[in-house]
């Protein structure tokens, strides 16, 4: 009977996989989805002339080398729970003897079998084991916090490059129109000069428009530069055409006190920490559970003659070693702890900032949409009539419109502030705007916010 018992749990393979392994197994497969085919068989989808950020960003989330490796280390993570779980942790020993005797006996009562675990490996009670595998679960929870954290950095990192192409490529129209203008107000003012005029005002306005020229050379060579890194985040070719016309700015409706009332709890830089101090305290009861015995259960029989059932019961005898173990991981705790707790600290502060800054660029944005420009208009059209009734020269017609210029260049500064701004708060948020902006009268939880960032990349923007 015990030989029956000793074969079943040692052929059985099972493993004491703590509660929560089988969630964390189906998010991990959620979101693995676009990685798990090999390289070679992968097809990223190919990006329009004229994509929008949605398309920008699904195909960066699935041509990143550095996200794709989080995943595999999650993996690697969650493979070792069940590892870490796996009982009986011992191999199992099977010994055989033969015994010469001049005595008159049958052959299968000179023959001893034994069967046992390992020697080398002591069989833990099963309780150590069930601990193990929780240490690796939160180990395996805090990997997949990380691969949320790189999952967000990179959607700041490739939407804040995005905002900048766009500001970029507009600002480069605007400062195009500049030039036109200087270059007009260069023939009107030579015409000037021609006839009696001060001669400084042609030597100021080519000044202006040489200096116009090399600024727009810098847009230029800035536009070229963030358009190779772009693509670059992308798999493409650096110098492949990017063309932001037709996106159209991110709205974000989510009032303040929804984004500060539980976004630092959701940052995936702080989830993966308190996963870790979840590990840290799991950890410190495995350490203490080093005083429980273990015991190596063993059975023998020779042939018909005896049969025998036996247990080695390895004693808890080295103290210092385990009083040891149990101070390091209870210093370990404590620091886990008190990183959580500055860093909790820290990433408030910072959501805050960031926060007050974005609502600023808005404020900038709108005030320059709002009122700035229809005063520039107003002026230039104003200029106009006033041209038309020869009550004004051409060039206060020029500097109107070249006012008129300057504000699109402060409104188009303004949003793509505050278009970066959204991709870092949203990174400190741990969620997509779209998604707490579609429900504004709850903040996501922890859970929520992991679920949907872990969403197979193509369907998460």
């Known amino acids: 009977m015990a030989l029956t018992i000793l074969g079943c749990i040692a052929l059985s393979g099972c493993a004491l996989t703590p509660e929560g392994t089988k969630e964390e197994q189906a998010k991990l497969e959620e979101a693995g989805r676009p990685y798990e085919p090999p390289v ?24 990143n080398g550095d996200l794709e490796a989080a995943y595999f280390e999650w993996k690697a993570a969650v493979q070792r729970v069940e590892m870490a779980s796996a009982y009986p942790n011992s191999n199992v020993q099977v010994g055989y003897s033969y015994m010469f005797s001049s005595e008159k006996m049958k052959t299968f009562d000179r023959q001893t079998f034994a069967f046992g675990f390992d020697p080398s490996m002591n069989l833990s009670f099963p309780t150590k084991v069930q601990q193990k595998g929780k240490v690796a679960l939160d180990n395996a929870r805090a990997a997949g916090e990380r691969f949320r954290t790189a999952k967000f950095d990179l959607q700041r ?70 358009r190779a890194m772009l693509n670059g985040m992308l798999a493409r070719d650096p110098n492949a055409a990017i063309d932001t016309t037709r996106d159209t700015p991110r709205e974000f409706g989510a009032s303040d006190a929804q984004v500060l009332a539980g976004a630092v709890e959701v940052n995936p830089e702080i989830a ?13 009861e495995l350490a203490r559970m080093q005083w429980i015995p273990d015991i190596n259960p063993s059975f023998m029989f020779t042939g018909n003659v005896s049969q025998a059932f036996g247990a080695t019961v390895m004693l808890p005898t080295t103290i210092a070693e385990i009083r040891g173990g149990i101070r390091e991981a209870e210093a370990m705790l404590r620091a886990g702890e008190a990183m959580l707790r500055q860093t909790r600290s820290d990433r408030t502060a910072t959501l805050v900032a960031t926060l007050v800054a974005m609502r600023n660029n808005e404020r900038q944005a709108a005030l ?94």
């Open 272 to 284: 993966s920490l308190a996963r870790q101090a979840e590990g840290r305290s799991d950890a410190l």
């Open 157 to 226: 990192r490739v939407l804040s490059q995005w905002a900048d192409l766009r500001m970029l490529e507009a600002k480069q129209r605007v400062q195009l129109e500049q030039a036109s203008l200087s270059r007009l107000s260069i023939e009107a003012i030579r015409a000037k000069a021609q006839a009696g005029g001060v001669q400084r005002d042609l030597l100021r306005a080519e000044a202006m428009l040489r200096t116009q020229e090399n600024n727009l050379q810098n847009t230029q060579a800035e536009l070229s530069a963030m």
């Open 368 to 461: 320059f949409e709002d009122t700035l420009v229809p005063l520039a208009d107003r002026v230039l059209g104003n200029t106009r009539q006033a041209y038309a009734a020869g009550s004004a020269m051409y060039l206060d017609l020029l500097e109107a419109q070249g006012m008129t210029l300057d504000t699109r260049l402060m409104v188009i500064e303004a949003r793509a502030a505050r278009d970066k701004r959204l991709a870092e708060l949203e990174a400190l948020m741990g969620t997509d705007a779209e998604m707490l902006a579609s429900s504004p009268s709850a903040v996501p939880t922890l859970s929520q916010s992991t679920t949907t960032a872990r969403e197979e990349a193509p369907h998460d923007h």
């Open 40 to 63: 070679g068989q992968r097809v990223l989808p190919e990006l329009p002339v004229s994509p929008t950020w949605r398309e920008v960003l699904s195909r960066a989330f699935l041509a």
